[in-house]
């Protein structure tokens, strides 16, 4: 069964702390892994797109890494308007599957 | 500016009413999408269209009806068969449909909040 499974659900961090949210999925003929911002009360805001194990993409303080089996997004000291809620998506033929997505909190 | 605007923002539906919620895009995308997000879950497929006048029932198409009239318009009908309407949802675009690669590289609307009283 097709799956995307996002942790930890919830990660509170000072500001400058390093971290990563993982994404784990199954699916057959992959087609891509996304990742998305979603600030409290918006839609998400597409990130970046991941093709093949051991692609990297940065964006600002945000490395995305991608394996045969997971996907982690690395955070490198974060600032708190790093706060949002990070969704990780996979695509496979004819379909698209969201996880439920990491609650980031960056205290200062 | 190019973007997807859904309206109402909030909504709010009593018992054996239908509502629609408004999604407009200006990107000149080809595909266009319904989404619902409910806590704790992943976003769930509603419907999505590839072309004006075809649409394709996703995961959760029960209690929804939609239509594409024109390519910049994909309305959602909420109706009374829907069960448990209460939630956030969600329209995007894409330039390609769901059988394209970069299938997820989807822009999403502001969203629309719907309570059921």
């Known amino acids: 069964e097709d799956q995307v499974t996002q942790s930890p659900e919830a990660l509170r961090l000072q500001e400058g702390e390093s971290s990563s949210l993982n994404c784990s999925y199954t699916v057959s003929g992959l087609r891509g892994l996304f990742w998305y911002r979603q600030d409290p009360g918006k839609g998400p805001e597409f990130l970046f797109t991941l093709y093949s194990a051991g692609e990297e993409k940065e964006k600002e303080r945000l490395k995305a890494t991608l394996t045969k089996k997971e996907s982690f997004l690395h955070i490198t000291a974060p600032k708190p308007e790093d706060s949002a809620t990070y969704l990780c998506?996979?695509?496979?033929?004819?379909?698209?599957?969201f996880g439920a997505g990491t609650r980031l909190a960056v205290h200062p | 500016d190019g973007g997807i605007t859904q309206s109402p923002k909030y909504l709010f539906r009593k018992e054996g009413q239908n509502v629609t919620l408004s999604c407009e895009q200006n990107?000149?995308?080809?595909?266009m999408y319904w989404y619902r997000q409910d806590p704790g879950q992943g976003l769930r497929l509603i419907y999505y269209s590839q072309i004006v006048n075809d649409f394709q029932k996703g995961d959760i198409a029960e209690g929804y009806s939609v239509s594409r009239e024109k390519k910049e318009s994909f309305p959602l009908t909420v109706t009374s068969a829907q069960k448990n309407p209460t939630a956030f949802y969600l329209c995007?675009?894409?330039?390609?449909?769901?059988?394209?690669?970069?299938?997820?590289?989807?822009?999403f609307g502001e969203g629309s909040r719907l309570t059921v009283l």
């Open positions: 995007a675009s894409s330039p390609h449909g769901l059988a394209e690669a970069n299938t997820g590289e989807l822009f």
């Open positions: 990107l000149n995308h080809d595909a």
């Open positions: 998506a996979v695509g496979g033929y004819n379909k698209l599957i």
